[in-house]
């Protein structure tokens, strides 16, 4: 089974399946057509996280194919180009982090692919080359970002040609994308992305125009395998992502959450999302003090995410009276300065099982809708904006250094029962992610609900939305208006937004119950499908 957020790419994924590949060469395959369907969100230009159960032993390993700030991405670089206090997000000189999820790929297939690399990429270069319907999202976001393909020509020319805004339907050709997918594909993900021509293209164009990247950032970059983190809820295990991704605050929030009596509240009640609300404002102040890259700071991570840390930190949950966000403070202070910056982003997440038993929990991201909206030379491929997070500020955890990897908000996750999996599941969404993980985790395990149930529930967002600046507690509209109403009585900043909304995220997952059914889920929220065989 494969869920992913655009339905061509569950069908590439359904394809590899059935073609005898692993659930590893599907995923490469779905991403890849992801990058041409969905390229306001994911891209060859962006990073990749990686969570894999292996049968048999294996258990769960975690890939980190998030790249770094390149060798010349200096704080003083910046300044001297007259940026004192943060990095643009848009155009070349947000180009700064080297794009990760290739060599992700690479990794992933080495250790668990069946299929020949060059086949996993078919679907996604005949449909940039072609073209494909445009999607709804990417319709939406085209409006969103009118004024951004203007000044940013490079992606006007693809998504706004002859300066018409591409509507649903219509007809996307990305063909400087097939093309690259072609050299990937006959030449392999070192000699066809990160040590020939497409990143000599990528960096010649934007280097003229100010990224700091350079071919031999390019070149030096490998993606690495590291410890996954978890923690126990309820007779099963979470697994997340460690630093630099925000991993830890999902496990914090089921941690305090554990010592109040979910099933009691009920889902949908104004208790529950009271408490689900304190709990990430507790959970957020300690990422945002210490989220980093772990080779430049020390992250206390088991503290963060032991249970005694949570039994300290849940007495202050008031359950009739709201905690002011930007008031917590980090249980564990961090040394420096710490800002409140939202960290929002689009992304694309998706589930794959094969017969075998191996599971991939993926996500990949050029960070905000359409990167730096800045395509590399004739490559086809938009350059993730995601170091415009780094800050400028020389105490911040989180400040710019060559080689740095930044604070990411992207999160897989896995839950396992027995030792074997149970679920695997995530979302896109920024600051959302951690909170809707909760909110699958309590529906499922709590409610019981089914996978498709679980991902329909009205869900919150505590924290900013993207383009938003004050702290809110977003809820969609069919959350009934008392329950809004006893909220906003308890001091909760409440924010109705429409019954279905996309800065909740789109979320995917797969259940498999110990007999080996798989029950699929995909996000109304998006434009995808969980599709199995």
């Not at 890849?32 to 049968?55: K, N, R, S």
Request: contains cysteine.
């Amino acid at each position: 089974m494969v869920a992913t957020s655009h339905y061509l790419a569950s069908a590439a994924g359904l394809h590899a399946l059935r073609r005898g590949g692993s659930a590893v060469d599907a995923a490469i395959a779905a991403n890849a057509v992801l990058c041409v369907v969905y390229p306001h969100m994911a891209g060859l230009g962006g990073d990749g996280f990686w969570l894999i159960y292996a049968p048999g032993g294996g258990g769960v390993t975690a890939l980190n194919a998030s790249g770094p700030a390149a060798a010349r991405a200096t704080r003083d670089f910046y300044r001297d180009q007259g940026h004192e206090e943060e990095i643009p997000s848009r155009g070349p000189v947000a180009a700064l982090t080297v794009p990760g999820a290739v060599d992700g790929w690479r990794e992933a297939h080495e250790r668990h692919g069946k299929l020949d690399w060059a086949a996993l990429f078919e679907d996604a270069i005949l449909y940039a080359r072609e073209g494909v319907a445009v999607p709804r999202s990417v319709a939406e976001w085209i409006v969103e970002d009118e004024e951004d393909f203007r000044e940013h020509e490079s992606t006007g020319r693809v998504f706004m040609p002859e300066d018409h805004r591409l509507r649903e339907g219509e007809r996307m050709i990305i063909p400087g994308l097939a093309a690259t997918f072609e050299l990937i594909a006959r030449e392999g993900p070192r000699a066809g992305f990160y040590e020939g021509s497409v990143a000599e293209r990528i960096c010649a164009d934007l280097g003229e125009r100010g990224s700091p990247l350079r071919p031999e950032d390019f070149a030096e970059f490998r993606a690495e395998w590291v410890d996954p983190i978890s923690t126990d809820y309820r007779g099963h295990t979470a697994y997340e992502f460690p630093p630099n991704t925000q991993g830890f605050a999902a496990l914090q929030i089921l941690n305090l959450i554990e010592g109040f009596d979910v099933e009691g509240w009920g889902d949908g009640t104004a208790d529950y999302y009271h408490h689900m609300a304190e709990a990430v404002k507790l959970a957020f102040a300690d990422r945002d003090a210490w989220l980093t890259d772990p080779a430049f700071v020390d992250i206390p991570v088991d503290r963060l995410t032991s249970k005694a840390y949570a039994d300290e930190r849940r007495g202050m949950i008031d359950p009739e009276r709201a905690m002011v966000m930007e008031a917590v403070e980090p249980g564990i202070p961090f040394g420096g300065s710490s800002d409140r910056r939202s960290p929002g982003g689009d992304t694309c997440y998706f589930s794959v099982v094969d017969d075998d038993g191996l599971c991939v929990s993926v996500i990949q991201s050029i960070y905000h809708d359409f990167g730096t909206a800045e395509i590399g030379g004739d490559t086809g491929v938009i350059l993730q904006n995601r170091g415009a997070f780094f800050s400028l500020d020389d105490e911040h955890p989180n400040r710019l250094e060559p080689g740095k990897r930044t604070f990411h908000t992207l999160i897989p996750a896995m839950l396992l029962k027995d030792g074997k999996p149970h679920l695997v599941y995530g979302t896109m969404g920024g600051e959302g992610q951690p909170q809707t993980h909760a909110a699958l985790v309590t529906r499922l395990v709590d409610f019981g609900y089914d996978v498709q149930q679980a991902i329909e529930a009205p869900r919150w967002l505590m924290g900013r939305t993207w383009g938003v600046e004050s702290q809110d507690l977003s809820l969609e509209g069919r959350i009934p208006d008392p329950v809004m109403v006893e909220l906003e009585r308890r001091g909760q900043p409440v924010k109705p937004l429409p019954d279905w909304d996309d800065n909740m995220g789109h979320a995917q997952a797969i259940r498999l119950d110990p007999e080996g059914f798989l029950e699929g889920g995909a996000d109304p929220r998006g434009d995808g499908a969980a599709l199995g065989y």
